[in-house]
């Protein structure tokens, strides 16, 4: 047992004093204010560059941009900690608004920059980049210009800017509104949807049953408003999107993680060929629950029970013991973040469910957000947070500019470092029983990324196309739900969750779209990565660190070629990170014959 006591609730005084009512962030945030409106009329007084000897104002900007980026990410990060410590506080809630209508004019005035780069003339944005000022960043430029040129004018996009604010963004913010109110009844007890949710997977069938029962009601009571944000909200994009002359829905979504269609349909393609396993799988826990077929409440119901509980210091003690193996770098961050009050673990009503993690830049530090209650499941997710603080940790000494990695790579450090703690675990089990439990948190894992964000894939890609020719009402977003879970489960499922498209918080999401393959992607990419760390081990350290402080600078096939020497285009690829999962059913079916 460790000596150590770690906080269990986060310190956000050391950014800004008071909370949501702090003095110190209002004076950041108008500050920040202040520095958007300066900059929208730099950008908007800014002329096109017509020779090499332009530079200077050119890096002037850039520094400009990083900076307010800086503040602004400072801003958000801190609100996103308020909401989500406490979801009653309604000024949190206020400030949430005012961030998104600044984020709406730094958005208009850094579209104006970009356009106003876009029309350089080659010769002259070649000899540009040759400054060292801008070399550092010719990557982000790049992909700037080549945004800027696939997009309508300054004003068409600036306007498109200012309209989304009321006309995009609130529909996804009455989504978050209205579930936020939303309770269900089940065993007598009144819980928010996310306590509901948590039920899903408790050890007795009747409470899971009656769990998925309520809460399938209460979606499908409010399943008109549901459909009218999500049309919305698609209807939106669209519109944007035919305004661009962009046909394919998946454009956007590709760019933003820098990878390519015959990237996106290798992995699926392999994933596809690839479940028989799986559905071995999910037949032998019907089957341990007494059953023909799961029905949708038993995908996360536990065949064993794993009685082992760690307290939040043991789970502690155990991330850092086997990070260390991998990476002393990471493992000593790991510490800090436990030690200087980073993570806010208690477990108490009003926090809203769910992880995260985000980063305050200005102070380069990060702040973790989770309930923690004692399971091994609690321990890789904490894990998997660590991951994503230490991605930031990693590129703390690149140009700020180079620090934007989109989300497919993001997942990538956080699922390494989930790996590390879930494979220690199994490796480290005390009895059949426990190993059984623990490789069933891990093939819980594989079925979501291969089969749940398999079936939200297909169901987003048919619907964006459905919605083209118009509205889609509820009772065909059921429809369509239902299909894409029976074909992504292979029929494994007796019933489905129809109401999956408005419970799913990430349909409603407007800041990415398509937010469910970059989970996929960064699943199996950070399989290959650990294959090659457990053949390296401490060694790796550094190649790894490497590899993390590329990821915002380079396409993700570029990525892997460079780091893994692989090509990501091809199936074979992502078999290799497939056959690891394998292995654990392979292990699982053979402990429960």
């Known amino acids: 047992m460790s000596q150590t006591t770690y906080p269990v609730v986060w310190d956000l005084n050391v950014f800004f004093k008071g909370g949501s009512e702090s003095p110190e962030f209002?004076?950041?945030?108008?500050?920040?204010?202040?520095?958007?409106?300066?900059?929208?009329?730099?950008?908007?007084?800014?002329?096109?560059?017509?020779?090499?000897?332009?530079?200077?104002?050119?890096?002037?900007?850039?520094?400009?941009?990083?900076?307010?980026v800086q503040h602004m990410g400072q801003a958000g990060a801190f609100v996103s900690c308020l909401e989500a410590q406490d979801m009653s506080d309604h000024k949190a809630s206020a400030l949430r608004s005012e961030i998104?209508?600044?984020?709406?004019?730094?958005?208009?005035?850094?579209?104006?920059?970009?356009?106003?780069?876009?029309?350089?003339?080659?010769?002259?944005?070649?000899?540009?980049?040759?400054?060292?000022?801008?070399?550092?960043?010719?990557?982000?430029?790049?992909?700037?210009?080549?945004?800027?040129?696939?997009?309508l004018s300054e004003d068409e996009e600036a306007l498109i800017s200012a309209l989304s604010v009321d006309g995009y963004h609130a529909w996804g913010q009455m989504y978050?509104?209205?579930?936020?109110?939303?309770?269900?009844?089940?065993?007598?007890?009144?819980?928010?949807?996310?306590?509901?949710?948590?039920?899903?997977?408790?050890?007795?069938?009747?409470?899971?049953?009656?769990?998925?029962?309520?809460?399938?009601?209460?979606?499908?009571?409010?399943?008109?408003?549901?459909?009218?944000?999500?049309?919305?909200?698609?209807?939106?994009?669209?519109?944007?999107?035919?305004?661009?002359?962009?046909?394919?829905?998946?454009?956007?979504?590709?760019?933003?993680?820098?990878?390519?269609?015959?990237?996106l349909d290798a992995m699926w393609g392999a994933i596809s060929k690839n479940k028989d396993p799986f559905v071995n799988y999910l037949n032998r826990k019907a089957e341990l629950l007494g059953k023909d077929k799961l029905e949708w409440y038993d995908l996360a119901a536990p065949t064993q029970k794993n009685k082992k509980k760690l307290s939040y210091d043991e789970g502690a003690e155990f991330i850092l013991k086997h990070f260390d193996k991998f990476s002393p770098k990471m493992?000593?961050?790991?510490?800090?973040?436990?030690?200087?009050?980073?993570?806010?673990?208690?477990?108490?009503?009003?926090?809203?469910?769910?992880g995260f993690c985000t980063g305050f830049p200005l102070n380069q530090q990060s702040r973790i957000f989770m309930t923690y209650s004692g399971s091994m499941s609690n321990v890789a997710t904490l894990a998997h947070e660590l991951g994503h603080a230490f991605h930031s940790y990693a590129l703390?000494?690149?140009?700020?500019?180079?620090?934007?990695?989109?989300?497919?790579?993001?997942?990538?450090?956080?699922?390494f470092a989930e790996m590390i703690v879930a494979d220690a675990s199994v490796k480290q089990a005390s009895s059949d029983e426990e190993k059984v439990a623990l490789l069933e948190d891990k093939l819980q894992r594989s079925v979501a990324f291969f089969m749940n964000i398999h079936s939200r894939f297909l169901f987003e890609t048919r619907f964006y196309e459905e919605r083209k020719n118009g509205f889609v009402p509820a009772s065909r977003?059921?429809?369509?739900?239902?299909?894409?879970?029976?074909?992504?489960?292979?029929?494994?499922v007796n019933t489905t969750s129809p109401s999956y498209w408005s419970n799913k918080l990430h349909f409603h999401i407007t800041g990415v779209p398509f937010y469910n393959f970059p989970y996929t992607f960064g699943y199996l990419f950070s399989l290959s990565i650990y294959a090659k760390a457990l053949e390296e081990g401490t060694s790796y350290e550094n190649k790894y660190i490497a590899l993390l402080q590329d990821t915002a600078v380079m396409t993700v096939e570029d990525l892997a070629m460079k780091h893994l020497g692989e090509d990501i285009t091809q199936e074979s690829f992502w078999e290799k990170g497939i056959q690891l999962c394998k292995n654990d059913v392979e292990e699982y079916l053979s402990l429960t014959k």
């Open 176 to 263: 978050n509104t209205i579930v936020g109110q939303m309770t269900v009844n089940v065993n007598g007890e009144e819980l928010s949807v996310g306590q509901a949710n948590n039920l899903l997977s408790h050890e007795d069938p009747n409470v899971r049953q009656e769990a998925y029962e309520k809460l399938e009601a209460a979606w499908k009571e409010k399943e008109s408003l549901f459909a009218k944000t999500l049309n919305h909200l698609a209807g939106f994009r669209l519109n944007v999107y035919k305004k661009r002359g962009w046909d394919n829905v998946l454009k956007e979504p590709l760019s933003i993680n820098r990878m390519k269609q015959e990237t």
């Open 100 to 151: 998104t209508e600044l984020s709406a004019l730094y958005g208009s005035a850094f579209n104006v920059l970009k356009q106003k780069l876009a029309q350089t003339e080659e010769s002259v944005w070649n000899e540009l980049l040759k400054d060292n000022r801008l070399a550092e960043v010719e990557f982000v430029l790049n992909e700037w210009r080549t945004q800027a040129q696939e997009q």
């Open 477 to 492: 977003l059921n429809e369509l739900t239902d299909e894409a879970q029976r074909e992504a489960y292979r029929d494994t």
């Open 26 to 68: 209002r004076q950041h945030l108008d500050q920040t204010k202040e520095r958007v409106r300066t900059y929208a009329e730099r950008t908007s007084n800014f002329k096109t560059p017509t020779t090499a000897s332009d530079v200077g104002q050119v890096a002037e900007l850039l520094d400009e941009t990083a900076d307010i």
């Open 396 to 415: 703390k000494d690149v140009h700020p500019l180079n620090r934007r990695y989109a989300m497919n790579v993001a997942e990538t450090a956080s699922t």
């Open 331 to 354: 493992a000593s961050f790991a510490k800090t973040a436990f030690e200087d009050a980073w993570i806010e673990a208690e477990d108490r009503p009003g926090k809203r469910p769910g």
